[in-house]
Structure formats: structure tokens, C-alpha cells
Antibody, heavy 120, light 108 residues
Framework: EVQLVESGGGLVQPGGSLRLSCAAS????????MTWVRQAPGKGLERVSV???????YYADSVKGRFTISRDNSKNTLYLQMNSLRAEDTAVYYC??????????????WGKGTTVTVSS | DIQMTQSPSSLSASVGDRVTISCRAS??????LNWYQQKPGKAPKLLIY???SLQSEVPSRFSGRGSGTDFTLTISTLQPEDFATYYC??????????FGGGTKVEIK
């Protein structure tokens, strides 16, 4: 079964750090494009970061320089290292597979999400 | 950056109704448009990609149309399990992959 399971969320103080993990099963993370998407309480969806199969990475302007996306091929796991956290980073964080068909990209597999709360 | 605007932001409808949600891009995105459904406390679910291609196992009452800047998602006969929030997303400009603000479909 194709599945993504996030972990690592929690309560952290402003300025702190957290590392989110996303374990994949049923497919290979390194062979796919992968993303992190977040949703602040009561708000819409925001694409946070993307990592392509070749290793190129992209970030939303709001997290650039503070967040780092990476993967461990041996563990078939995606990560999001979050540093210098701010209150506005409070959200549910989802990992998703970004598939492509005939040049059309779409997020077809999602995890259930992990909650990050930044508060003193 | 490409901005995506959905309308309405919410709507009330009854089971059996035909429902249409609109999504407008700030510039032409050809057919690079996806639709997702999200229920409370759950992850989004892909419904339609490439503006009109139905994702596997999604009921045929869902359909998508449009190209350029204007797109619609239609639910032909609203079912109880369709009450949710729907998001459009552009995939013309990757990796931006911008989402619309969402449309909440509520029970009348």
C-alpha cells in the first residue's frame, strides 16, 4: 500500500528548532518529487518546500533560510528541518508525493499530517 | 507569482443539488490546474488534475473544466460525503504550486 506517515511535530518555543519526518511505504522517495505543505489553524494550504528526484530543492519565501528539506534514501524517509521557528509557523504539516503525468504535476499521495505549535 | 482566487469562499447546498465552484488564475496557466477535497481534520485528497482528468477512484459526479485563467469544479449531484472544503492549485509554475483560498461546501 502506498502510504506516507509524518512524525516529529510538537510544541516549541519561538526561536527553537524541530525536525519533521515523513516515512514512505509502497514507493521510493528518492525516485519521486516530494513536498511539504502546511495549513495554519483555520486557514488554507501553503506549499512550504519541494525536493526533486535529482536533489534540487525549493522553498516558500516565508521559510527560506530557516527550513531545510532533505531525504534519507536508506530509510525511504523525507525530512523537514525547521530552525528559528516563529509563531506564524504554527500549522499542520503534511508531506505529499508530487507526481507528474505528461507534464502535469499533482499531489496524489498525502500523509495525515503532524501538528507544530510555536508558542512560549 | 501566480495568484489563485476561488469563488465563492463558501456556499450552502442540499443533497442532490448541482454545485459549481470557480477558480481564477492571475495569468494564463493553460490546463495546469488541480482540484483537492479536504474534510475537517483530514489531509487533502486529489480529485482532478490537468483541469479535467479525474483521479483514480474519484466518483464521476465530480468534473472539472476550463483552460487559460478560468476553471470550474462541478459536483453533478451532491452527496452527504461531499460536504467539505475544495481547493484549486496551479501547477503551471512549479515549484510554486500555488493553492486557491478554498471553498467550503456546507449543508443547507
Amino acid at each position: 500500500e502506498v502510504q506516507l506517515v509524518e512524525s516529529g511535530g510538537g510544541l516549541v518555543q519561538p526561536g527553537g528548532s524541530l525536525r519533521l519526518s515523513c516515512a514512505a511505504s509502497g514507493f521510493t522517495v528518492s525516485s519521486n518529487y516530494m513536498t511539504w505543505v502546511r495549513q495554519a489553524p483555520g486557514k488554507g494550504l501553503e506549499r512550504v518546500s519541494v525536493i526533486y528526484s535529482g536533489g534540487s530543492t525549493y522553498y516558500a519565501d516565508s521559510v527560506k533560510g530557516r527550513f531545510t528539506i532533505s531525504r534519507d534514501n536508506s530509510k525511504n524517509t523525507l525530512y523537514l528541518q525547521m530552525n528559528s521557528l516563529r509563531a506564524e509557523d504554527t500549522a499542520v504539516y503534511y508531506c505529499a508525493r508530487l507526481s507528474v503525468s505528461y507534464g502535469y504535476y499533482y499531489m496524489d499521495v498525502w500523509g495525515k499530517g503532524t501538528t507544530v505549535t510555536v508558542s512560549s | 507569482d501566480i495568484q489563485m482566487t476561488q469563488s465563492p469562499s463558501s456556499l450552502s447546498a442540499s443533497v442532490g443539488d448541482r454545485v459549481t465552484i470557480s477558480c481564477r488564475a492571475s495569468q494564463s496557466i493553460s490546463s495546469y490546474l488541480n482540484w483537492y477535497q479536504q474534510k475537517p481534520g483530514k489531509a487533502p485528497k486529489l480529485l482532478i488534475y490537468a483541469a479535467s482528468s479525474l483521479q483514480s477512484e474519484v466518483p464521476s459526479r465530480f468534473s472539472g473544466r476550463g483552460s487559460g485563467t478560468d476553471f470550474t469544479l462541478t459536483i453533478s449531484t451532491l452527496q452527504p460525503e461531499d460536504f467539505a472544503t475544495y481547493y484549486c492549485q496551479q501547477s503551471y509554475s512549479t515549484p510554486q504550486l500555488t493553492f486557491g483560498g478554498g471553498t467550503k461546501v456546507e449543508i443547507k
